[in-house]
């Protein structure tokens, strides 16, 4: 077999098409996006596509799994919070062809609006999380995902971390193994979640998972590494190299399905290391299930539950090591590049107008949240995609027309899309007389320039219908649209003022293209 230097997210691209995989969806989003970007571009094996949000990706790909098809589903972990709805449906449904959800968490909030772990949402759901620790298990255990979810009847949940997502390997490239669909079989039962086939499935699905429980124990997927016992270490995903790099001669246990975890497993290793430690990122989540067993570990009070671990953290947290000194002299004096949107950009010249304005704007998740950085500081409320919409009727209804007559809501066509319609409906169901702009630069700008049903063509480069944001804001309910060109200041500024003081909703479209899209 050939070797090739892939990042994380390209390796389980690989990993998918290889494993005979038949359709993928996502919505873009760091640090998963290059995922479905690669099999569009090199494995044109697999029908993919960016869907208008996560939650309806997921449930594509669940369809595509119900009649047959190996699919894969990709997004964030804060993506995974609008899939959930049917994340806890289909684990009690379970599958028919192969169904594999990757979950890339952000240790770090370095694209993120939390640093959420998602091993908890696997638990939660009673679905299988496996947690490769470099590109090159990346790929395998996306294979694997497959195998076991067609095996134990069950969604099968991959997670990765940013590192792992963007970091390079040497990676085995093997072939695509033709999966036939597999037949599709009327059973209502298993696919209907009525609340009487819901409680036979859930007995169903406490089943499997101590066939797993098994399964972890048995497989390879967690393995022990046994050297010097004085000291043994539990450890996941990319903190397993770094306690590999700072602690050579510690014995290790390397946990590769993260859930079920292999209770005889971690038995074994505790009871024969005469001091335990748990090296994981973020929550204590291992940490706490070896201390429900009984055994002393040492782990979050050593290991910062905070921000992305480094070999230098760990170093210090484990040996004592302090990673100041081993800087060079000028690390510490390198200037500051804080994010600042283009020059040009047309989102620009709205916060240019909303600070002269001195309005309260209500923000939302896309390039322009650099709205709330100098120069502009023009952004008052941040939270989830689609919220700024919700928050602004949330605004008036607690503090009436005066707040109304002094506020905005600022959203991006993307996000529109995916989480912007509903709150959009519910302001004018509801009574509100709010503006909201809607910021068309006529891409998905913020994660790389992604097609959207805006932008009439697909993930694959095809043409395709393309959404016309004025009418949907008009289906909605709003009578008052505006379409401008943001350039035109002058003119935006008129007509925000004439918008902000009308005594029902508005919608105002300012529509350039991003200074970036050729």
Same mark, same amino acid.
């Given at each position: 077999? %050939?070797?090739?230097?892939?990042?994380?997210?390209?390796?389980?691209?690989?990993?998918?098409?290889?494993?005979?995989?038949?359709?993928?969806?996502?919505?873009?989003?760091?640090?998963?996006?290059?995922?479905?970007?690669?099999?569009?571009?090199?494995?044109?094996?697999?029908?993919?596509?960016?869907?208008?949000?996560?939650?309806?990706?997921?449930?594509?790909?669940?369809?595509?799994?119900?009649?047959?098809?190996?699919?894969?589903?990709?997004?964030?972990?804060? #993506?995974?919070?609008?899939?959930?709805?049917?994340?806890?449906?289909? %684990?009690?449904?379970?599958?028919?062809?192969?169904?594999?959800?990757?979950?890339?968490?952000?240790?770090?909030?370095?694209?993120?609006?939390?640093? /959420?772990?998602?091993?908890?949402?696997?638990?939660?759901? @009673?679905?299988?999380?496996?947690?490769?620790?470099?590109?090159?298990?990346? @790929?395998?255990?996306?294979?694997?995902?497959?195998?076991?979810?067609?095996?134990?009847?069950?969604?099968?949940?991959?997670?990765?971390?940013? !590192?792992?997502?963007?970091?390079?390997?040497?990676?085995?490239?093997?072939?695509?193994?033709?999966?036939?669909?597999?037949?599709?079989?009327?059973?209502? @039962?298993?696919?209907?979640?009525?609340?009487?086939?819901?409680?036979?499935?859930?007995?169903?699905?406490?089943?499997?998972?101590?066939?797993?429980?098994?399964?972890?124990?048995?497989?390879?997927?967690? !393995?022990?590494?046994?050297?010097?016992?004085?000291?043994?270490?539990?450890?996941?995903?990319?903190?397993? /190299?770094?306690?590999?790099?700072?602690?050579?001669?510690? %014995?290790?246990?390397? *946990?590769?399905?993260?859930?079920?975890?292999?209770?005889?497993?971690?038995?074994?290793?505790?009871?024969?290391?005469?001091?335990?430690?748990?090296?994981?990122?973020?929550?204590?989540?291992?940490?706490?299930?070896?201390?429900?067993?009984?055994?002393?570990?040492?782990?979050?009070?050593?290991?910062?539950?905070?921000?992305?671990?480094?070999?230098?953290?760990?170093?210090?947290?484990?040996?004592?090591? &302090?990673?100041?000194?081993?800087?060079?002299?000028?690390?510490?004096?390198?200037?500051?590049?804080?994010?600042?949107?283009?020059?040009?950009?047309?989102?620009?010249?709205?916060?240019?107008?909303?600070?002269?304005? &001195?309005?309260?704007?209500?923000?939302?998740?896309?390039?322009?949240?650099?709205?709330?950085?100098?120069?502009?500081?023009?952004?008052?409320?941040?939270?989830?995609?689609?919220?700024?919409?919700?928050?602004?009727?949330?605004?008036?209804?607690?503090?009436?027309?005066?707040?109304?007559?002094?506020?905005?809501?600022? *959203? #991006?066509?993307?996000?529109?899309?995916?989480?912007?319609?509903?709150?959009?409906?519910?302001?004018?169901?509801?009574?509100?007389?709010?503006?909201?702009?809607?910021?068309?630069?006529?891409?998905?700008?913020?994660?790389?320039?992604?097609?959207?049903?805006?932008?009439?063509?697909?993930?694959?480069?095809?043409?395709?219908?393309?959404?016309?944001?004025?009418?949907?804001?008009?289906?909605?309910?709003?009578?008052?649209?505006?379409?401008?060109?943001?350039?035109?200041?002058?003119?935006?500024?008129?007509?925000?003022?004439?918008?902000?003081?009308?005594?029902?909703?508005?919608?105002?479209?300012?529509?350039?293209?991003? *200074?970036?899209?050729?």
């Amino acid at each position: 077999m %050939s070797r090739e230097l892939m990042l994380g997210n390209e390796a389980i691209a690989r990993g998918a098409w290889e494993a005979g995989c038949h359709v993928a969806a996502a919505y873009p989003g760091t640090p998963s996006t290059e995922i479905l970007e690669t099999i569009a571009r090199d494995y044109r094996d697999i029908k993919a596509q960016w869907s208008p949000n996560e939650k309806v990706a997921f449930e594509v790909v669940a369809g595509a799994s119900v009649a047959g098809a190996r699919s894969l589903a990709a997004m964030k972990h804060v #993506g995974l919070n609008v899939a959930a709805d049917p994340l806890f449906t289909f %684990s009690y449904t379970g599958v028919n062809g192969g169904m594999v959800i990757i979950n890339a968490d952000d240790p770090g909030a370095w694209s993120s609006q939390n640093e /959420q772990d998602n091993r908890h949402m696997a638990r939660a759901a @009673k679905i299988p999380m496996l947690e490769p620790s470099g590109p090159a298990e990346a @790929k395998e255990f996306t294979k694997l995902a497959f195998e076991l979810s067609e095996k134990y009847d069950r969604p099968v949940m991959v997670r990765i971390t940013t !590192r792992i997502a963007h970091s390079q390997e040497p990676v085995e490239i093997g072939e695509r193994v033709e999966v036939p669909l597999k037949d599709f079989v009327r059973n209502p @039962k298993k696919y209907v979640m009525i609340p009487a086939h819901a409680r036979l499935r859930h007995v169903f699905v406490e089943e499997q998972i101590l066939k797993l429980k098994e399964y972890s124990t048995t497989s390879g997927l967690n !393995r022990i590494e046994w050297r010097n016992k004085k000291r043994g270490i539990i450890t996941n995903g990319v903190a397993y /190299q770094y306690v590999r790099e700072v602690c050579p001669d510690d %014995s290790v246990l390397k *946990i590769g399905m993260v859930w079920p975890l292999p209770d005889e497993m971690i038995k074994e290793f505790a009871s024969q290391v005469e001091e335990l430690y748990v090296v994981e990122e973020l929550d204590s989540f291992i940490e706490d299930y070896v201390k429900s067993l009984g055994f002393k570990v040492k782990g979050k009070e050593v290991v910062p539950g905070c921000g992305e671990l480094t070999p230098e953290i760990v170093d210090k947290a484990l040996n004592g090591k &302090d990673p100041e000194k081993a800087l060079p002299e000028y690390a510490g004096a390198l200037p500051g590049r804080p994010p600042g949107l283009c020059k040009g950009c047309p989102h620009a010249f709205v916060f240019n107008v909303l600070k002269k304005l &001195d309005v309260v704007v209500n923000g939302d998740i896309g390039c322009y949240t650099l709205g709330v950085l100098p120069p502009y500081s023009s952004m008052h409320s941040q939270g989830c995609m689609g919220a700024s919409i919700g928050m602004h009727l949330g605004f008036e209804k607690a503090r009436g027309d005066e707040m109304s007559r002094n506020s905005v809501a600022v *959203i #991006g066509d993307s996000t529109f899309i995916h989480s912007g319609i509903t709150p959009l409906i519910d302001m004018v169901y509801n009574k509100g007389t709010g503006t909201v702009i809607i910021m068309d630069n006529r891409v998905t700008a913020m994660t790389g320039h992604q097609e959207n049903p805006a932008t009439g063509k697909t993930l694959m480069g095809e043409e395709t219908y393309e959404l016309d944001l004025e009418m949907m804001v008009k289906a909605c309910g709003v009578k008052r649209t505006v379409v401008i060109d943001p350039k035109n200041m002058e003119e935006l500024e008129k007509v925000l003022k004439e918008e902000i003081a009308a005594p029902e909703p508005s919608v105002i479209i300012t529509k350039r293209k991003c *200074i970036l899209k050729k």
